[in-house]
């Protein structure tokens, strides 16, 4: 049951905007991106947006009217994750108006999907919703910033200003549960290798704390942002809404901005706490640039003993230089956790060296042999599942296959869209190291970063491991 979705009813003459989400409604409705494209919409004269989600009539009819797919003109697609696109391509074929795809996907590397869409807003929309909505053909599009349709040479990604937040969302059974997500800044300080945030949504903003909303009719806050415990005044934001009676819960806390204070504040509302060490080698660590040590989730886990009954850790394997050993160091800082605690929940993902970050070049699996590191990961992963049945430690991994899937989907050129079609493709050409050298698929999109400070980050990976006599075998 939903709180405050727009009510307007369409009549004759009123063009209609289907703002399709290829993934469970859980997750749609805990996208703040979508819910502001839906009231800016909304609120023009002689336009009406109706929401489709792949679990609602199967994404073919809208959630508001059950008005099929087909009676809408222009279809908007949020795509938030690569194994999203099989859903989206579903829908987007059936689909025979103008078809605009939007989101961080496409912000990466838009080429496997790109024959079924025909145009792509890459960046922040809110400065050119309501001019994107009132496009007709693709020519309409063209020179609106942000707009690639293909015969653009380079694209320049498009940020917002972080003005006020909006006032108004609709609530309904989250992600996050039935809570008001209130965002308090984009982009990220941090500087981790891994990471695609720092460059897709550069700069870091900060909202204001003047410029947050009175909050009404819910019982619970979800405070977002990449890395929310950076914002300079995260403690007093907490403080506002956690005195006002409302129960709130950041998307994700750092190890080493964490205090008793802190943690006080949210235990009051909470019971579990989630933290995403990614590694728990030190040597590993340097090289994600992550800067979380070993001793840093020991610390959060002492302060969290008897404010908190579960702790959840987020890790990555199939790093560059990772031994057997450093995977059983997530084991064993997993198990301290637990003694400390009393519950530990895991969750391991394989590294996907995402377009755009310094990592770009490596090979997923994290060995110069690709085979060698399919195969390992498979084995780390076997090793996992087994010490954690003997430890107690509860886990969540999904299988390597749709790992290779995503890699595939985020690294990959336009023949890529084979797999759409239940062709086979070519896993080997996308998972593999690339040359420094080589002109990259996702080139033509301009973040604003500069190629050869990659260059230089992704060198620096190797002087580490060469150091630490660690070379990847
Ligand atoms: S992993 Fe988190 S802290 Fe690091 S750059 Fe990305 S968002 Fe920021």
């Given at each position: 049951m939903e709180f405050n979705p727009f009510v307007k009813k369409y009549s004759k003459n009123v063009k209609r905007v289907a703002l399709v989400y290829p993934n469970r409604y859980v997750g749609g409705i805990s996208n703040l991106g979508m819910q502001y494209i839906y009231f800016a919409i909304n609120e023009l004269e002689g336009l009406i947006c109706e929401r489709f989600y792949a679990d609602v009539f199967d994404g073919f009819r809208s959630l508001e009217s059950g008005t099929p797919l087909n009676k809408f003109d222009l279809a908007l697609f949020s795509l938030q994750y690569e194994l999203d696109y099989f859903k989206a391509v579903e829908i987007a074929k059936k689909f025979s108006g103008l078809k605009i795809a939007g989101g961080p996907c496409v912000m990466i590397n838009p080429l496997p999907i790109k024959k079924y869409f025909d145009a792509f807003f890459i960046g922040e929309c809110e400065d050119?919703?309501?001019?994107?909505?009132?496009?007709?053909?693709?020519?309409?599009?063209?020179?609106?910033?942000?707009?690639?349709?293909?015969?653009?040479?380079?694209?320049?990604?498009?940020?917002?200003?972080?003005?006020?937040?909006?006032?108004?969302?609709?609530?309904?059974?989250?992600a996050y549960g039935r809570c008001f997500l209130l965002e308090i800044g984009r982009g990220c300080i941090r500087k981790c290798r891994f990471c695609v945030v720092r460059q897709i949504y550069s700069p870091p903003r900060w909202r204001k704390i003047e410029d947050l909303p009175e909050v009404k009719y819910v019982e619970k806050v979800a405070i977002i942002a990449p890395s929310p415990t950076d914002h300079p005044q995260f403690k007093e934001i907490v403080e506002r809404y956690t005195s006002l009676g409302f129960q709130v819960s950041p998307s994700s806390i750092r190890a080493d901005a964490v205090d008793e204070e802190l943690l006080e504040i949210l235990s009051r509302t909470s019971n579990s706490l989630t933290l995403a060490p990614e590694t728990a080698s030190e040597k590993l660590s340097e090289i994600l640039q992550k800067n979380i040590s070993f001793e840093d989730i020991i610390s959060v886990a002492e302060m969290s003993k008897g404010r908190f009954e579960k702790i959840k850790l987020y890790y990555?394997?199939?790093?560059?230089?990772?031994?057997f050993e450093d995977v059983l160091q997530?084991?064993?800082?997993?198990?301290?956790?637990?003694?400390?605690?009393?519950?530990?929940?895991?969750?391991?993902?394989?590294?996907?060296?995402?377009?755009?970050?310094?990592?770009?070049?490596?090979?997923?699996?994290?060995?110069?042999?690709?085979?060698?590191?399919i195969d390992e990961l498979r084995k780390k992963m076997k090793l996992i599942k087994k010490e954690c049945r003997k430890r107690g430690i509860e886990l969540q991994m999904e299988s390597l296959k749709e790992f290779e899937v995503q890699a595939v989907l985020s690294r990959g050129e336009e023949d890529v869209s084979k797999i759409f079609e239940r062709q086979k493709i070519d896993f080997e050409k996308y998972l593999g190291a690339i040359e420094i050298e080589n002109t990259l698929p996702w080139d033509f999109i301009d973040h604003g970063y500069s190629k050869e400070r990659l260059k230089k980050e992704y060198e620096k990976i190797w002087e580490i491991l060469n150091s630490e006599a660690g070379n990847i075998k």
């Open positions: 050119y919703i309501q001019e994107i909505v009132k496009a007709k053909r693709i020519e309409d599009l063209e020179g609106i910033p942000g707009i690639y349709t293909g015969k653009e040479d380079k694209v320049k990604r498009i940020h917002s200003e972080l003005g006020k937040h909006i006032e108004r969302e609709i609530i309904g059974d989250g990555m394997i199939g790093l560059p230089g990772e031994s997530i084991l064993d800082q997993a198990e301290k956790v637990k003694k400390i605690v009393g519950r530990v929940e895991i969750s391991v993902n394989p590294l996907i060296p995402k377009p755009h970050t310094p990592m770009q070049w490596l090979p997923f699996g994290g060995k110069v042999e690709l085979r060698d590191g």
